[in-house]
C-alpha cells in the first residue's frame, strides 16, 4: 500500500475538514398541531404528514 513520503501540514489538513461539521437539523412548525418538527418527517405528536393523517399518533401513558 502507498503510504505518504511527507508529512502533510497542518494548513492541508484543515482544509480538508472544513466541511467535516455537524449541523443542526432543520426545524419547522406542525401545520396540524404546531409542534417542531424536522423537514420531511412525520409529526411524533400528532401524526400528521402535509395536512394528512400518516400514522396513529401513540396514546398517552400515564404513569
Known amino acids: 500500500m502507498p503510504n505518504p513520503k511527507r508529512r ?12 467535516d461539521k455537524a449541523i443542526a437539523p432543520q426545524l419547522t ?7 417542531a418538527v424536522q423537514y420531511h418527517r412525520v409529526c411524533p405528536e400528532c401524526g400528521y404528514y402535509r395536512g394528512e393523517l400518516a ?4 396514546a ?3 404513569a
Do not use: Q
Open 60 to 62: 398517552a401513558t400515564e
Open 8 to 19: 502533510h501540514s497542518a494548513m492541508r489538513r484543515d482544509k480538508r475538514r472544513t466541511h
Open 29 to 35: 412548525t406542525c401545520s396540524n398541531c404546531g409542534a
Open 55 to 58: 400514522i396513529e399518533p401513540k
